[in-house]
């Protein structure tokens, strides 16, 4: 399959669980990343899924940036004290907020999606860490035959300034993991920024309870053959309070999960639920 690639960006295609090269898979230098007006309009409905906890005062310039061909935005709220819910119904009156019943970051997700009712799901976090604005580059794929598009800090036009020595350790390790073990050539995996075809939601069956439902859909779609492609993304610093992230222990979770999704692997129940 071919297809017509923004500048800037990187293909890395699956199928069947086998990597495909293509002379597209090398860009020698970076260039700017399209606005949303530079790419053809979609003719698909997309749904937004953005769960947060207590994060009031991140959410205005996260909503502010959202692109106005975003069909459906939906806040899942895990049980926040702050105003984050009247700040995001401020900020968007037409925004969707679900409460969460559960516990971690994966429950959260796994609320929202099953909420969501459009053709593509984007899932992004409510910190400020990932411009909403990168979101028309993910549709596109998905308009051009992709089932499953990740965001990369690491191919040309990504990039993070929230990186920390130890983060970038641990995810390079689970990097190389991932690769090995699934036959995949991705050049990022602790990152949550993600669309994906709806129809493909019960096939991707996110269990994962913490931050390792990221690792746990693309280990997933690997695993099914389904077309992944990578997109540069700027990780930008989260742009008030603490984070959520701990490195260490969800590293270890992110590790235990793709091991026991491995292609042959056996499947484990949830591995505890994992902090927000």
């Known amino acids: 399959m071919s297809t017509t690639l923004p500048s800037g960006m990187i293909q890395r295609t699956v199928d069947g669980g086998r990597p495909l090269r293509r002379s597209s898979d090398r860009i020698t230098s970076p260039l700017p990343m399209r606005r949303e007006s530079d790419l053809p309009p979609t003719s698909h409905t997309v749904s937004l899924v953005i769960p ?7 959410v205005p310039w996260v909503f502010n ?6 069909d459906e935005v939906i806040l899942v709220d895990g049980a926040s004290d702050d105003a984050t819910v009247r700040m995001a119904a401020h900020c968007l009156p037409s ?3 679900v409460q969460q019943t559960g516990h971690g970051k994966g429950d959260a997700l796994r609320t929202g999606f099953l909420a969501a009712t459009c053709e593509y799901i984007v899932m992004m976090d409510a910190d400020g860490s990932m411009w909403p604005g990168e979101i028309p580059h993910y549709v596109h794929f998905l ?3 992709f089932d499953f598009v990740k965001g990369s800090r690491f191919i040309a036009g990504g990039g993070s300034l929230d990186l920390t020595p130890v983060r970038s350790l641990g995810n390079r390790a689970l990097l190389t993991v991932v690769n090995r073990v699934y036959h995949a050539t991705l050049t990022d995996l602790c990152y949550g920024f993600c669309a994906f075809r709806r129809t493909f939601l019960d096939d991707l069956h996110p269990q994962a309870p913490g931050f390792e439902i990221e690792a746990e859909l693309i280990a997933h779609a690997l695993r099914l053959g389904l077309r992944v492609a990578e997109v540069p ?3 930008l610093p989260r742009r008030s309070g603490r984070s959520h992230l701990h490195a260490v222990s969800d590293g270890r979770r992110v590790l235990r999960t793709l091991l026991a999704e491995r292609p042959g692997g056996r499947r484990t129940a949830p591995l505890g639920v994992g902090n927000r």
């Open 52 to 58: 947060a906890h207590n994060e009031a005062r991140n």
């Open 65 to 70: 940036q959202i692109p106005p061909s975003i």
């Open 95 to 97: 925004v969707r907020v």
């Open 143 to 145: 308009d051009n035959g």
């Open 233 to 235: 993304s700027l990780e």
